[in-house]
C-alpha cells in the first residue's frame, strides 16, 4: 500500500478559486494562465475527491490538463514501480485512447524524454521531434505530437508519474506555462497518490471479499463430503461454488478409468502407444457454465458443449497435466500453443485454462497417488493465474479426490453387500423351493397314507365280507341233515364269492400292470352296436333289482372303431357298472354315442354315460380317478365297491389315446344329483405314440 503525503514545496503557493469561478472547459484563451491554472488545481481537487473510479478520474484530468494549458494532447503516466490493482498506468484523453496500440501504451514510461524525468526536476520541453530517437519519435508521432512539453510528479520526494504535453505544431513553449505545468504536477501528484490508495483499498476489500467466498467454498465443501456420499451432487457444489468464488466462466470434473493394469503412484511405465500416458478414458462427470456478469461484452453466453468422455492420449493438455500431476497446469491463453494439437476444451471461446490433477493420497512414503481425474477451470479472456487462484483449486481437488476415493469405496462396499445379499437371496429362494418340495413331499406322503389305510380298510371289508360268507357256506355245507336245495344255494354263495375275490385280484394286478408295463394292443374293427346292445342285457339283468334301465341313444349309421377290443369292453362295462351302482331306483341310465370330426384323420367317438344318484363333491371331482378313493359317504351307506374301477378306466382310456371327464351337477325339479361322465375316444388308434 503506497501512502503519500503532500509535497513540501515553498516555491508553490496555493490560492484557492473562488466559488463562483467557471470550470476549465468555457475558459476562452484570452483567461491569464494563471487564472486557469488555478482553477485547474480546484477542478483536479474536486475530481479526486468525488470520483470513486480511479482509471476514469485520471482520463478526465489528462483532459482538463490539455485543455487549459490549450494543448493537443496530454497523457497521465505512472512508472513501473508504482502499482497500480487494475493493471493501467497511463491515462489519455477519450478521443486518444485508442491512438497507440497496446505494446507501445507500455512503452511510453520508458521512451524519450519521459524517461529522463527526475523527481523534483523542472518541467523539460522538446520543441522539435526530430532531436528524438527512431523508435520514440515514432511514438509521439502516432499521437500528432510534434513538441513536448513533461513534467515529473512526486510524493514525498519520490516519483510516482508523469506528465506530458503535446502541440500538433513546433511552437516553443512558454516560461510561464513550464512554471504552471510545475504547479499542476502538484495536484496530478495528489490525485494519483489518491487513485493508487483508492484502488489499493478496493483491491483489499475484493481480496477480503474473495477471502471470504473462499471461506464459504471450503466450508461448504468440507459440509458436503461429510453429509454426502453421492458424488456427482458433490462435484457439482463444488465447481459451482469455485467458479463463482475465482470468477471463471466455466469448470469441470473430469473422471479417469484406466482400461490397462492400474498405475501405482504416478509411475509412467504402463504407458499407451508411446504417448506418455496409460491408456485411459476421460469423462466428463461434471460440468458447470457461470453465468454472472457479462459474456464477451454483451449478448447472453451460448452453452459450451465439452465432450462426455474421450482418451487421456487424445487431449494434450491432460496429458501435459497428467505428466505434471500434482502440480498444476496453468495457461494464461491456450490459443498460443494448441495450434496443431489435439484437445478436448474449447480454448478458442476459453482461452485461459487451469487442469489441477486429482490425485489419490500417497499410500507409502516411497509411492505418490493414482491420478483420478483432472479438475477444469477456463476462462473467457486471457488470464493470469495468480498463486492464491491455484491454491484454492488445488485445496477443492485435494478434498474432491478424497470423496472420489471414498465414493469409489463407498461403491465396492455396496457392490459386494448386493452381492451377498442377492447369493443370500438365491440361497434363501432355494431353501424355500427345497422346503416346498418337501412339504409337497410331506403331503404327499400323507395322502398316500391316508390312501394306504382306506385301502387297506377297503380290501380289508372286501376281503373279509365274502370269505366270511365262504367260511359260512362251507360250514353249512359239512352239515349232514343240509337238504340238497340248500346245498345247492350255499354252493353258488360260495362260487359267487370266490368269483368276487377272483374279481378284485384280477382288479389290482391289471392296475399295476397299466402303471408300470406297455400294453399289447389287439386292433380290431369293432362295430359298437352289437357291442353296446350286448353290454346292455347284461346291465338290465344285474339291476332289475333296483328296477334301474339303460337307453341307448345311437346314430342312425352304424359306427366302428379300431380299438382294442377288451380293453374298450372293460372301459364301458366299469362305466356302466358304476352308474348303475350308484343311480337310484326307479331311474334310467343314458348312454349317448356320437361321432365328432377332430383334427385327426378319422375323427373321435364319444361316449357320454349319464345318471341320476348321489352326488358328488365338488372337492371330491379332481380325486374321483385315483386309486382307492371313494366318494363321502360310500362306505356308511354299504355301497359295495374298492375304488379301484374308475382309477383302472381312467388308464384304460389314455392307453386308448383318448380322454375321460366327470361332472355333477344338481336336479332343481328333483331329488339326486345328474352324473355325466364323457369319453372321447379316436376312431383309429395311432401306433407310433404308444410307449
Known amino acids: 500500500m503506497i501512502m503519500a503525503r503532500l509535497p513540501n514545496r515553498s516555491s508553490l503557493s496555493w490560492q484557492p478559486l473562488r466559488p463562483e469561478s467557471p470550470p476549465i472547459a468555457t475558459m476562452s484563451s484570452a483567461t491569464p494562465l494563471e487564472d486557469r491554472v488555478a482553477c485547474l488545481g480546484l477542478e483536479i481537487a474536486r475530481l479526486a475527491r468525488r470520483s470513486g473510479d480511479g482509471d476514469r478520474m485520471l482520463t478526465r484530468v489528462a483532459a482538463a490538463i490539455a485543455t487549459a494549458f490549450e494543448a493537443d494532447g496530454c497523457v497521465v503516466v505512472l512508472p513501473p514501480h508504482i502499482h497500480v490493482p487494475t493493471g493501467e498506468s497511463y491515462w489519455f484523453p477519450e478521443d486518444l485512447a485508442n491512438v497507440l496500440d497496446p505494446s507501445q501504451q507500455l512503452r511510453l514510461w520508458a521512451s524519450s524524454p519521459l524517461d529522463r524525468l527526475t523527481a523534483d526536476a523542472p518541467p523539460l520541453a522538446v520543441d522539435r521531434l526530430q532531436s528524438l530517437d527512431g523508435r520514440d519519435r515514432e511514438i509521439w508521432k502516432r499521437l500528432g505530437a510534434r513538441s513536448l512539453l513533461s513534467v515529473a510528479t512526486s510524493c514525498q520526494g519520490e516519483l510516482n508519474g508523469a506528465i506530458a504535453l503535446w502541440r500538433t505544431c513546433p511552437v516553443p513553449w512558454s516560461e510561464a506555462a513550464n512554471t504552471a505545468l510545475m504547479e499542476v504536477s502538484e495536484f496530478v ?45 458433490l462435484l457439482e457444489a463444488a465447481i459451482s461454488t469455485l467458479t463463482h468464488t475465482l470468477e471463471v466462466r ?6 479417469l478409468t484406466y482400461t490397462e493394469p492400474q498405475l501405482h503412484g504416478l509411475n509412467r511405465h504402463l504407458t499407451s502407444r508411446g504417448s506418455g500416458v496409460p491408456r485411459a478414458k476421460a469423462s466428463v462427470a461434471c460440468h458447470w457454465l457461470a453465468d454472472w456478469g457479462e459474456w464477451n461484452g454483451s449478448g447472453s453466453p451460448k452453452l459450451s458443449s465439452p465432450p462426455q468422455s474421450f482418451w487421456l492420449s487424445e487431449c494434450a493438455w491432460c496429458r501435459e497435466a497428467f505428466n505434471h500431476a500434482p502440480r498444476p497446469l496453468a495457461l494464461r491463453d491456450g490459443r498460443a500453443s494448441s495450434d496443431g494439437r489435439t484437445v478436448a476444451f474449447d480454448v478458442k471461446r476459453f482461452p485461459a485454462i487451469a487442469i489441477v490433477p486429482l490425485v489419490s493420497p500417497q499410500s507409502s512414503n516411497s509411492q505418490s497417488g493414482t491420478v483420478l481425474g483432472f479438475l477444469v477451470l477456463q476462462h473467457d479472456r486471457p488470464r493470469a493465474w495468480n498463486d492464491d487462484d491455484l491454491e484454492l483449486a488445488q485445496f477443492v481437488g485435494t478434498q474432491l479426490s478424497n470423496a472420489i476415493l471414498n465414493s469409489q469405496t463407498l461403491q465396492q462396499v455396496r457392490n459386494l453387500v448386493s ?51 365262504m367260511i359260512l357256506a362251507v ?7 343240509l337238504p340238497p336245495a340248500r346245498q345247492a344255494q350255499y354252493l353258488e354263495l360260495l362260487e359267487q364269492q370266490c368269483h368276487q375275490e377272483k374279481q378284485l385280484v384280477q382288479d389290482l394286478l391289471k392296475l399295476q400292470e397299466l402303471e408300470t408295463e406297455t400294453p399289447n394292443f389287439q386292433l380290431q374293427h369293432i362295430y359298437l352296436q352289437p357291442l353296446l346292445q350286448e353290454l346292455a342285457k347284461d346291465f338290465e339283468t344285474r339291476w332289475a333289482s333296483k328296477n334301474v334301465t339303460l337307453s341307448l341313444e345311437l346314430p342312425a349309421s352304424g359306427l366302428y372303431l379300431q380299438s382294442d377290443t377288451d380293453a374298450l369292453r372293460r372301459v364301458l362295462d366299469e362305466l356302466l357298472t358304476n352308474a348303475g351302482k350308484y343311480a337310484l331306483c326307479d331311474t334310467q341310465v343314458v348312454c349317448r354315442v356320437s361321432h365328432e370330426a377332430s383334427g385327426r384323420n378319422s375323427g373321435e367317438i364319444r361316449f357320454s354315460l349319464s345318471n341320476v344318484g348321489l352326488a358328488i363333491a365338488p372337492e371330491d371331482l379332481p380325486h374321483v380317478f385315483e386309486k382307492f378313493r371313494r366318494g363321502r359317504g360310500v362306505t356308511e351307506q354299504a355301497i359295495a365297491g374298492t375304488g379301484l374301477g374308475l382309477a383302472l378306466v381312467d388308464n384304460l382310456v389314455k392307453l386308448l389315446q383318448g380322454t375321460i371327464e366327470i361332472s355333477s351337477t344338481s336336479l332343481d325339479d328333483r331329488d339326486g344329483n345328474l352324473t355325466c361322465v364323457t369319453v372321447a375316444l379316436p376312431q383309429a388308434i395311432d401306433l407310433s405314440e404308444v410307449c
Open 419 to 469: 452381492d451377498r445379499t442377492s447369493q443370500l437371496q438365491r440361497s434363501l429362494d432355494v431353501q424355500a423351493k427345497l422346503y416346498e418340495q418337501t412339504r409337497r413331499q410331506i403331503e404327499q406322503l400323507r395322502r398316500l397314507n391316508r390312501q394306504k389305510d382306506e385301502f387297506l380298510s377297503t380290501v380289508h371289508h372286501e376281503l373279509r365280507t365274502p370269505l366270511t360268507k
Open 475 to 481: 360250514q353249512m355245507l359239512r352239515s349232514e341233515q
Open 250 to 255: 466455466q469448470a469441470m470434473a473430469v473422471l
Open 189 to 233: 501528484s495528489l490525485a494519483v497518490d489518491r487513485c493508487v490508495r483508492s484502488q489499493t483499498a478496493e483491491r483489499l476489500r475484493e481480496q477480503n471479499r474473495i477471502a471470504c467466498q473462499k471461506t464459504r467454498l471450503v466450508d461448504r465443501l468440507t459440509q458436503a463430503i461429510r453429509i454426502s456420499t453421492d458424488l456427482p451432487p
